[in-house]
């Protein structure tokens, strides 16, 4: 079964066709894949731990609501003090890496 179009994926599809748009809309789902990763990582180091989300909240420094959403929601936007905080509390540490070719 073929299902039709709705308005707006017509209109991203159009809009894609624009070469500088296209970077900018690679670059954000570049970003987006990134902090996804970061955060998955995260989540997977804190069952590894066998820590709730309560108490990696507390270990953290940070309420319970931040925790919960930030592992329960599909588009996460974490700031980057919150990431390292919840590293830190995992016995982790973030840090930037070079892209491999």
């Not at 894609?16 to 900018?24: H, S």
């Not at 974490?78 to 491999?100: F, I, K």
Request: a neutral charge; glycine letters at 4%; hydrophobic letters at 40%.
């Amino acid at each position: 079964m073929i299902t039709a179009r709705t308005g707006a994926e017509r209109y991203f599809e159009d809009r894609l066709k624009d070469g500088a748009y296209r970077d900018a809309y690679d670059s954000a789902r570049e970003r987006i894949r990134q902090v996804d990763a970061v955060v998955a990582a995260l989540d997977e180091r804190r069952v590894e731990l066998e820590m709730s989300k309560a108490e990696l909240a507390r270990v953290a420094g940070l309420t319970p609501a931040v925790v919960r959403r930030l592992f329960s929601t599909d588009r996460p936007n974490p700031t980057l003090g919150t990431l390292v905080a919840l590293a830190s509390a995992m016995g982790l540490e973030l840090r930037p890496e070079q892209r491999s070719a």
